[in-house]
């Protein structure tokens, strides 16, 4: 097995794309441009008090699977604020959202059901497409034409349609009203991953589905992780009682795992309460977000199209995009670089996340280091077209592929859908038109 093994990782290796895990200490001096806690709550007095005495209650582990004596009533209670605070029937609280994912997909769908998904959707999601007994497509990125063809074409009884709402490398927002009233048209159900919106987007912190007024009814099912902005660990999916009752009952990611410690579950309540109370957070990211583009775009730096904290900078090619992460982590920076499979060949990029607890002088330095990086050369945007997938964990020929979709007609309809969106998305209102988030994508 070793031989297999070793073989495999020595052709990652030749490949620049071996990752390795940095280890983290805690009184670190470089400055986290690439941390989820978009809004700097990880360590709010308030949320680390309510974890303790919560633990001290209950203890860390919640000893068995909510079906059988792990639902306490710190996960009730969770489910029940959520489902207010997002206008929603019901809500179920799942271990992470891999699991709530993998969970929900499997949950509604069967053999004969055709999963469309838009083809840079989180990997979680992906891999529930893989998992599922349903088969799966992938339409062109944020391309409500692409889908309303592939819909058209489709015999199938049932269909699920899946997406980001906002996409996690890049930071731009999926088209949601349109995907909304085109699921509603083929009667199709719409799962919505708010993993990156949820707590930073909408007034009041609702996330994408706020900002663009859609309601239930529009996006019957919503998946938000928690291990984002909420700074905690979880996901809730919420909805109708049916659909939080089916999952319930036929979810296995659900049923088949210990229970969050409900001390997490304290945790993420007291999250929701700080994300609703101190609504400043939000107002400060935003305007840290409006810095950092008019800051890049003066020193030239091009950013891929985003109006959220996930700003993306393209370097193409994964050694230089290390290097240069490695050459700003000297300088006291922390930057991602995201190589394949995480993104396409050819299109590693540096993903800068920003967080309220960044100041304007640490935005000026971080991108003066960019400049000063002597890999660093920005590409053009919009970019060269796409060869192959990106965010892809599952490679597209493995996927279960519709009849009526050939592998060739996928490739080559990939550039131009590509290109035509980039056109489309260069024209949403800049964040400095207005102090919210408007709907990218939408007309
Ligand atoms: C869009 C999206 N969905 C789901 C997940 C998975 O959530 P979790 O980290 O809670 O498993 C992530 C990130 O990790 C994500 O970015």
């Keep these: 097995m070793n031989i297999t093994l070793n073989k495999k990782l020595n052709h ?10 940095r280890i983290r200490k805690h009184a670190e001096t470089q400055v986290n441009f690439s941390s989820n806690d978009y809004l700097s709550l990880s360590k709010h007095p308030e949320l680390i008090q309510s974890f303790q005495t ?11 699977s909510q079906l059988i004596t792990g639902h306490y009533d710190a996960h009730h209670d969770c489910e029940f604020a959520f489902a207010e605070f997002l206008k929603r029937d019901r809500a179920l609280l799942f271990g992470n959202g891999y699991m709530a994912n993998l969970g929900v997909i499997d949950a509604l769908t069967d053999t004969g059901d055709v999963i469309f998904q838009d083809r840079y959707n989180h990997a979680s999601l992906l891999d529930g497409g893989r998992f599922s007994k349903a088969n799966s497509q992938r339409y062109f990125h944020c391309n409500m034409e692409d889908l309303d063809k592939r819909l058209k074409k489709s015999s199938a009884k049932n269909h699920l349609l899946i997406s980001d709402a906002v996409f996690s490398t890049d930071g731009n927002i999926t088209p949601i009203t349109t995907l909304s009233k085109i699921a509603k048209k083929y009667r199709a159900s719409l799962m919505i991953d708010d993993a990156h919106g949820i707590g930073v987007l909408g007034k009041n912190g609702g996330g994408t589905l706020e900002t663009c007024k859609l309601s239930q009814e529009d996006s019957p099912v ?7 902005a909420f700074a905690s ?29 409900p001390a997490l579950a304290a945790a993420n309540l007291t999250s929701l309460a700080l ?23 003066e020193r030239g730096i091009v950013l891929r199209p985003s109006n959220t904290p996930i700003q993306a900078i393209k370097i193409g090619d994964p050694i230089k995009a290390i290097q240069i992460s490695e050459q700003l982590y000297q300088k006291g920076f922390l930057v991602s670089a995201l190589r394949p499979p995480t993104v396409a060949m050819g299109e590693s990029i540096l993903r ?15 991108l003066d280091a960019f400049i000063l990086s002597s890999q660093f050369k920005n590409t053009p945007h919009p970019n060269p077209l796409p060869q192959g997938e990106r965010g892809l964990a599952v490679p597209e020929r493995k996927m279960r592929s519709h009849k009526t979709q050939s592998p060739l007609s996928l490739q080559e309809g990939t550039g131009r859908a590509r290109a035509k969106n980039e056109i489309s998305r260069n024209t949403v209102p800049s964040p400095l038109a207005g102090r919210d988030w ?3 994508g939408e007309k």
């Design 54 to 64: 919560a633990a001290k209650k209950y203890g860390v582990g919640s000893g068995a």
């Design 12 to 21: 990652h290796q030749k490949n620049n794309l071996y990752r390795h895990r």
């Design 233 to 261: 660990y979880g996901a809730i999916v919420s909805g109708s009682t049916s659909l939080i009752e089916t999952l319930i009952q036929f979810s296995r990611s659900y049923i088949y795992t210990t229970a969050l410690p």
């Design 438 to 440: 408007p709907c990218q």
């Design 275 to 297: 994300i609703q109370k101190e609504s400043w957070r939000r107002e400060k990211l935003q305007s840290l977000i409006i810095f950092f583009k008019e800051k890049a775009a």
């Design 352 to 366: 800068v996340t920003l967080n309220t607890s960044h100041n304007e002088q640490d935005i000026v330095r971080c």
């Design 222 to 228: 919503l998946v938000c992780p928690l291990g984002k």
